[in-house]
C-alpha cells in the first residue's frame, strides 16, 4: 500500500504591507499651486525688469544695456567695494560671534540670554538712527581728538578707497542675522561632547575649532555668510549718508541718467547674488 504523503498546505499570499502616512498615491494640487505662485512672485517681476532693459524704443530688441555696464563709469570700482566690504564684514562677523555662541554653550550657559539679546539690538534701532549716531562721532572726533594719535585713525577708517568705518557698521547690521544661523547649527550638534571628545584625545583648542567645530558647521557657517553678503551688497541707507559709494549706491546714481542702464545693472546683481548663494550653498553641503 502506498504511503499517503501529506498534501503541501497552501501558502497564503503575503498581504500587502499597509501604506505608510504620508506616502499614499494622492496628489496634492495644493503643492504645485503653491510653487507656481511662488514662482510667479519672483519671476514676473524679473522678467518685466529684463524685458524693460532689451526694449528699445524704436529698435525692437537689444542688448545694448547689458553690453554698457562692464565700460560704465564707476561700476568696476563700485562693484569690487561691494565685495570687499563684504568679505571683511563675513570674517569679522564670524570672528566674534562664534566664539561667543560656542563659549556660551560650553561654559556659560546663563550667559546665552545675554548674548542673545546684544545680537538681536540691531533688529531694533532703526538705520536712520544708527547712521545718525556714526555720522555725529565722525564730525566730533576730529574737533575733540585733533591732540591725540586717534585723529589719524579717525581719519584712516573713513578712507573712501576701503571705509572701515562702513564695515564695522554693517557688522553689527549682521549680528542678528550671523547668531541665528550659528545658534540653530551648534544647536544641531552636540558641542560638549564632541568637544570633550577631541579634548581627551589631545587636540589643541584651535585643533578643536578648525577639525572639529568648523566642519560641522559648514551649513551654518555658508547660511550666515550668505545673509551677510546679500546685507552688503543691498544696503543703501547708511553707505548712502556717510557718503560712500559701494554698488548699491551707484546703482541708484547711475539710474537718474540711464534707466535701462540701471535696470540691467539691478538685474545683473540679482543673477550674481544667486550665483554666489549656489556657490555658499556647494561650499556648505556635506560630502556624502
Given at each position: 500500500?502506498?504511503?499517503?504523503?501529506?498534501?503541501?498546505?497552501?501558502?497564503?499570499?503575503?498581504?500587502?504591507?499597509?501604506?505608510?502616512?504620508?506616502?499614499?498615491?494622492?496628489?496634492?494640487?495644493?503643492?504645485?499651486?503653491?510653487?507656481?505662485?511662488?514662482?510667479?512672485?519672483?519671476?514676473?517681476?524679473?522678467?518685466?525688469?529684463?524685458?524693460?532693459?532689451?526694449?528699445?524704443?524704436?529698435?525692437?530688441?537689444?542688448?545694448?544695456?547689458?553690453?554698457?555696464?562692464?565700460?560704465?563709469?564707476?561700476?568696476?570700482?563700485?562693484?569690487?567695494?561691494?565685495?570687499?566690504?563684504?568679505?571683511?564684514?563675513?570674517?569679522?562677523?564670524?570672528?566674534?560671534?562664534?566664539?561667543?555662541?560656542?563659549?556660551?554653550?560650553?561654559?556659560?550657559?546663563?550667559?546665552?540670554?545675554?548674548?542673545?539679546?546684544?545680537?538681536?539690538?540691531?533688529?531694533?534701532?532703526?538705520?536712520?538712527?544708527?547712521?545718525?549716531?556714526?555720522?555725529t562721532v565722525l564730525r566730533w572726533g576730529p574737533d575733540?581728538?585733533?591732540?591725540?594719535?586717534?585723529?589719524?585713525?579717525?581719519?584712516?577708517?573713513?578712507?573712501?578707497?576701503?571705509?572701515?568705518?562702513?564695515?564695522?557698521?554693517?557688522?553689527?547690521?549682521?549680528?542678528?542675522?550671523?547668531?541665528?544661523?550659528?545658534?540653530?547649527?551648534?544647536?544641531?550638534?552636540?558641542v560638549r561632547t564632541v568637544v570633550e571628545a577631541a579634548?581627551?584625545?589631545?587636540?589643541?583648542?584651535?585643533?578643536?575649532?578648525?577639525?572639529?567645530?568648523?566642519?560641522?558647521?559648514?551649513?551654518?557657517?555658508?547660511?550666515?555668510?550668505?545673509?551677510?553678503?546679500?546685507?552688503?551688497?543691498?544696503?543703501?541707507?547708511?553707505?548712502?549718508?556717510?557718503?560712500?559709494?559701494?554698488?548699491?549706491?551707484?546703482?541708484?546714481?547711475?539710474?537718474?541718467?540711464?534707466?535701462?542702464?540701471?535696470?540691467?545693472?539691478?538685474?545683473?546683481?540679482?543673477?550674481?547674488?544667486?550665483?554666489?548663494?549656489?556657490?555658499?550653498?556647494?561650499?556648505g553641503r556635506k560630502r556624502t
Amino acid at each position: 500500500m502506498a504511503a499517503v504523503t501529506p498534501a503541501a498546505a497552501p501558502v497564503a499570499a503575503p498581504s500587502a504591507a499597509p501604506p505608510r502616512r504620508g506616502s499614499t498615491g494622492r496628489r496634492r494640487p495644493w503643492r504645485g499651486l503653491v510653487l507656481v505662485v511662488a514662482a510667479a512672485y519672483f519671476l514676473i517681476p524679473l522678467a518685466a525688469s529684463f524685458w524693460f532693459s532689451v526694449d528699445v524704443p524704436g529698435q525692437g530688441f537689444s542688448l545694448a544695456a547689458y553690453l554698457e555696464i562692464f565700460s560704465a563709469d564707476g561700476f568696476t570700482r563700485s562693484l569690487l567695494l561691494s565685495l570687499a566690504l563684504a568679505t571683511t564684514t563675513i570674517v569679522v562677523v564670524l570672528l566674534i560671534t562664534l566664539p561667543a555662541a560656542l563659549a556660551v554653550r560650553l561654559g556659560a550657559a546663563r550667559l546665552r540670554p545675554v548674548l542673545e539679546v546684544i545680537c538681536t539690538l540691531p533688529l531694533i534701532v532703526p538705520p536712520i538712527t544708527f547712521v545718525a549716531g556714526i555720522s555725529t562721532v565722525l564730525r566730533w572726533g576730529p574737533d575733540h581728538l585733533a591732540s591725540t594719535p586717534f585723529w589719524a585713525t579717525l581719519i584712516a577708517i573713513q578712507n573712501p578707497d576701503f571705509p572701515v568705518v562702513l564695515a564695522l557698521a554693517y557688522v553689527v547690521l549682521a549680528l542678528p542675522f550671523v547668531y541665528r544661523a550659528l545658534d540653530a547649527g551648534l544647536g544641531a550638534l552636540d558641542v560638549r561632547t564632541v568637544v570633550e571628545a577631541a579634548r581627551n584625545l589631545g587636540a589643541s583648542w584651535p585643533r578643536v575649532m578648525f577639525m572639529v567645530i568648523i566642519p560641522n558647521l559648514r551649513s551654518a557657517l555658508a547660511g550666515a555668510s550668505f545673509l551677510t553678503l546679500a546685507l552688503v551688497l543691498g544696503e543703501y541707507t547708511i553707505a548712502r549718508l556717510l557718503g560712500f559709494g559701494p554698488f548699491s549706491v551707484w546703482i541708484v546714481t547711475i539710474s537718474g541718467s540711464d534707466a535701462q542702464l540701471s535696470v540691467s545693472v539691478s538685474v545683473l546683481s540679482l543673477l550674481l547674488t544667486w550665483a554666489l548663494l549656489l556657490v555658499l550653498s556647494s561650499i556648505g553641503r556635506k560630502r556624502t
